[in-house]
């Protein structure tokens, strides 16, 4: 049983004296783990950082074993953000959540495309930021959570969307949330047709909002909790702001 495939790498767990545990987000056989004979040998490290794009090759006598995997790097884009600290820290964010909530072995080549264009935009579009809230609510929609931010859910306006439902995932507009408003979660306005500023307080308020959600998510599915990493992106950034 083998396959060749793009993968990009989402964790490497050391395993024994020098092989590591690899698992990979790959275009066409979903998340997947494998063994990497040296892969935690000093000249195979560089290649298994997380975020990095390589070729795998992937074997094992049975579909159901863990098999062992053969990589070649493609882009090490993890080094180039050795740099920015907070663009590493949303890497290493998006990666935990792939690895927590995605099914193994499953095809997911949007959800691949989707983080492979994440990554190469992290620290380098100056709107990245947002676009990191956006992969998110992607991610909740490739995963069945999509949230419904066309219209009011409690008037069907399309105008001055501004709370989300936290129970339902549905916009609501200022009109109709008022009375609520405690209860009701903040939809940004680069969130909603109406675009508008991306500061980081809007940012912090998208990254609230997809993290109810993906929380749910994780709950529903029996993942445990989000990662640590999800944490300590957002608590960097809010440091940011303050």
């Known amino acids: 049983m083998n396959w060749s495939d793009e993968g ?16 990979l987000l790959t275009r066409a056989n979903g998340r997947h783990g494998g063994l990497v004979h040296g892969g935690s040998g000093s000249r195979a490290r560089g290649i298994y950082q997380t975020g990095n794009l390589v070729s795998a090759d992937w074997r094992a006598r049975l579909s159901e074993h ?3 995997y053969t990589c070649e790097l493609m882009r090490p884009y993890a080094a180039g953000l050795l740099a920015e600290r907070l663009a590493l820290l949303a890497l290493i964010a998006a990666a ?41 609510l992607g991610l909740l929609t490739d ?20 709370y989300v439902s936290p129970r339902t995932g549905c916009a609501v507009s200022a009109a109709a949330g008022q009375p609520y408003r405690d209860k009701l979660l903040k939809l940004p306005a680069f969130l909603s047709d109406a675009g508008g500023p991306r500061q980081i307080e809007d ?9 109810h959600f993906l929380v749910r998510c994780a709950k529903e599915a029996d993942a445990g909790e989000l990662t640590a990493a999800r944490g300590q992106f957002v608590d960097r950034l809010r440091r940011t702001a303050a």
Do not use: M, Q
């Open 143 to 162: 995963l069945g959570y999509g949230l419904d931010l066309s219209a009011c859910a409690a008037t069907g306006t399309i105008d001055d969307l501004v």
């Open 66 to 68: 863990l098999g062992t």
């Open 8 to 23: 990009i790498v989402l964790s490497a767990r050391k395993h024994g004296e020098s092989a590591a545990i690899v698992t």
């Open 203 to 211: 940012v912090l308020d998208g990254l609230r909002l997809t993290g």
């Open 96 to 136: 935990g959540l792939i690895e927590r909530l995605l099914p193994e072995r499953e095809p997911h080549p949007e959800t691949f495309e989707k983080f492979h264009k994440l990554i190469e935009t992290l620290g380098n579009d100056p709107d990245w930021l947002s676009g990191y809230v956006h992969w998110e």
